[in-house]
C-alpha cells in the first residue's frame, strides 16, 4: 500500500540556517505530495503541493520538487526563522480527488537564536 | 472565511463512557474526512464522507467508532464505550477536491 517516509527529528538548528527535510514515498499511478506544518498548540495547515511529477511546490521560502524518478518530494528552505520552529508532515493522497491522505510519522523542527 | 471547526476542543471521558465530536467543515466542501493523531505521530485515516455518503470507513479501529453526516454538513464521530487507547487528537479535514483543510482538531483523554 501507499506510505510515507521522512527523516527521524528531531532537527535542532541555529537562525538563518539551511534546511532540508527528506521525504520518500511508495505509491502507485501519479499520487499528490503535500507538506503539512503543525505549529505549537495550533492545528495542520497545508504547507504546499505539487500534484505531478517535476512540479514545485512553494510557499513562505519553503520548496519542495516532486521527483518521481527517485520518489521523493523533499522540503527545502534557504534561511530558517524561529518562527519556523514546528512539526513538518510529508504527505501524499491517490489520483483521485477524494483520495484520502497518507501522513508521514513527521519531523520536529527547532530554530535557534 | 471560516475555515473547518471541532468542538469541544478538549474532552475528558472516563473509560466507558461514550463521546461525541462534531465536525463543521466549509460551506460547499463535498469531502469530508476523520483523522486520528497519536501523541507524537503522523494523522491516520479514519473515515470519508462524501456529501451525506459514507464512501471509506476502513480506518475505524473498532466497531465501537461511528461516524455520521447527514445532511451532508455537519458530522459527528462517535465512539462508544471509549478505552485508553482511544486517546489521541482527532481531525476533521474537508475538501473541494485535491488538498484538503484540516480542522484544530479534539483532543481526547480517556481516564
Known amino acids: 500500500g501507499n506510505s510515507v517516509t521522512q527523516m527521524e527529528g528531531p532537527v535542532t538548528l541555529s537562525e538563518e540556517a539551511f534546511l532540508t527535510i527528506n521525504c520518500t514515498y511508495t505509491?502507485?499511478?501519479?499520487?499528490?505530495l503535500f507538506w503539512y506544518v503543525q505549529y505549537p498548540g495550533e492545528g495542520l495547515q497545508l504547507l504546499l503541493k505539487a500534484t505531478k511529477a517535476d512540479d514545485k511546490g512553494s510557499n513562505k521560502g519553503f520548496e519542495a520538487t516532486y521527483r518521481k524518478e527517485t520518489t521523493s518530494f523533499h522540503l527545502e528552505k534557504g534561511s530558517v526563522q524561529v518562527s519556523d520552529s514546528a512539526v513538518y508532515f510529508c504527505?501524499?493522497?491517490?489520483?483521485?480527488?477524494?483520495?484520502?491522505?497518507?501522513f508521514g510519522p513527521g519531523t520536529s523542527l527547532s530554530v535557534i537564536p | 472565511g471560516a475555515g473547518v471547526s471541532q468542538s469541544p476542543r478538549y474532552k475528558v471521558a472516563k473509560r466507558g463512557q461514550d463521546v461525541a465530536l462534531r465536525c463543521d467543515p466549509i460551506s460547499g466542501h463535498v469531502s469530508l474526512f476523520w483523522y486520528q493523531q497519536a501523541l507524537g505521530q503522523g494523522p491516520e485515516f479514519l473515515t470519508y464522507?462524501?456529501?451525506?455518503?459514507?464512501?471509506?470507513k476502513s480506518g475505524l479501529p473498532s466497531d465501537r467508532f461511528f461516524a455520521e453526516r447527514p445532511e451532508g454538513s455537519v458530522s459527528t464521530l462517535k465512539i462508544q464505550r471509549t478505552q485508553q487507547e482511544d486517546s489521541a487528537v482527532y481531525l476533521c479535514?474537508?475538501?473541494?477536491?485535491?488538498?484538503?483543510?484540516f480542522g484544530p482538531g479534539t483532543r481526547l483523554t480517556v481516564l
Open positions: 464522507f462524501q456529501n451525506e455518503a459514507q464512501l471509506d
Open positions: 504527505a501524499l493522497s491517490g489520483e483521485t480527488s477524494y483520495d484520502k491522505v497518507i
Open positions: 479535514a474537508s475538501s473541494p477536491g485535491g488538498a484538503q483543510y
Open positions: 505509491a502507485t499511478g501519479y499520487p499528490s
